[in-house]
């Protein structure tokens, strides 16, 4: 009969915990043993006590699947803390990788065989905020099945470089530019009960608008051919065609024109005036040009003249109301004197300048 050491006696043996009830009286441990093997029954203990908390476990994020574990390796040299819980599905291997923060953590039956199909759902995307700088995606998902709604927070991006300078921006946009309807050829004026800038009618001079000799500014007819002789006591000689203004203006006349009285003998006693009228040959008068007692041909020079001992900006004397055209005539006036006299069409000239009354 062979023979059998104590030692391989116990190496067959099974050693098993049993729970029959922790403290229970009258529970003792059992040991059996026979040539073919043995059991040793040992009672369950007393649960220690429980352990300091663990950190805690970073957000899973998918990230999709990687090819192989090379490809891996060769991930985990761009990943850092800030990437921990990053996850990726092993393709090679069907493991997830789950990334630390300083390295991956392999879940090899973390992906069973495909499950049945399940029912359709519509999913749309609700509320997107921007959350902190290098903060985590956080995403929401509202509503019931089969209709979802995904609320985004998405971490804000780092500070970009300053860029170039930029050009100026809208004048009307200035917190001191009043609001409202800022009409063509306006320019910006100071109001100062209001304290911001507003649009107005520009205040500056217009124009100019002219004749010289026969041609006129807008193709009209020019200054009446030279005459000699004549004996009417006015005469109209060029017609001035000004269009209408976006505000009330008074004209501003420059220029002249030659004329010569007709005397045959020492005494000149007749001076041959050169005016222009607002409107019609007798109008309001709004500029003179002076001729001289010579007999001689001279240049009457024209000058702004309103027949008014003083004037204010608020005269009324010579205005022009905005959005009204006005035709200016030059007329001819013997203001002295009874001889004849003589006109000149080359050399004369009329240029009318139009400023604005009341533009600001």
Not at 245 to 268: K, Y
Request: with cysteine; charged share 15%.
């Amino acid at each position: 009969m062979e023979m059998t050491t104590v030692g391989e006696y116990f190496g067959s043996a099974v050693i098993r915990g049993i729970d029959e009830g922790i403290g229970q009286p009258g529970v003792v441990q059992a040991m059996q043993g026979s040539p073919r093997g043995g059991a040793l029954e040992l009672m369950t203990g007393v649960p220690g006590p429980s352990g300091p908390a663990g950190e805690a476990a970073r957000s899973f994020r998918w990230e999709g699947d990687i090819a192989d574990q090379a490809a891996l390796t060769a991930l985990a040299t761009k990943l850092g803390t800030a990437q921990a819980g990053k996850a990726w599905r092993v393709l090679s291997t069907g493991a997830l990788a789950y990334w630390n923060g300083t390295g991956f953590d392999t879940f090899a039956d973390a992906f069973g065989a495909l499950g049945p199909d399940g029912e359709p759902c519509s999913v749309s995307i609700g509320s997107v905020t921007t959350g902190p700088a290098n903060s985590g995606l956080e995403v929401t998902v509202a509503g019931t099945p089969p209709n979802l709604i995904l609320h985004l927070v998405v971490p804000r991006g780092m500070q970009g470089k300053k860029g170039p300078q930029g050009g100026p921006g809208p004048v009307r946009q200035a917190p001191d530019y009043l609001d409202g309807e800022h009409p063509d050829g306006a320019v910006p004026v100071w109001d100062a009960v209001l304290e911001k800038w507003k649009p107005a009618s520009y205040p500056g001079l217009r124009g100019p608008w002219s004749i010289v000799n026969d041609r006129a500014w807008d193709g009209g007819a020019g200054f009446a051919p030279s005459q000699s002789g004549i004996t009417a006591a006015t005469k109209t000689v060029a017609q001035l065609n000004i269009p209408a203004q976006d505000t009330a203006w008074r004209p501003m006349i420059s220029g002249g024109v030659l004329v010569r009285s007709v005397e045959n003998s020492d005494q000149f006693t007749t001076r041959i005036d050169v005016e222009v009228r607002i409107g019609s040959a007798t109008g309001q008068r709004v500029a003179v040009g002076s001729g001289h007692v010579t007999g001689a041909t001279t240049r009457a020079r024209l000058q702004p003249f309103f027949g008014v001992r003083s004037m204010t900006p608020d005269n009324p004397i010579g205005v022009v109301p905005a959005g009204q055209g006005v035709t200016l005539y030059v007329v001819l006036s013997r203001n002295a004197g009874t001889a004849n006299y003589d006109y000149t069409m080359a050399g004369s000239q009329i240029v009318c300048m139009a400023r604005p009354v009341g533009a600001v």
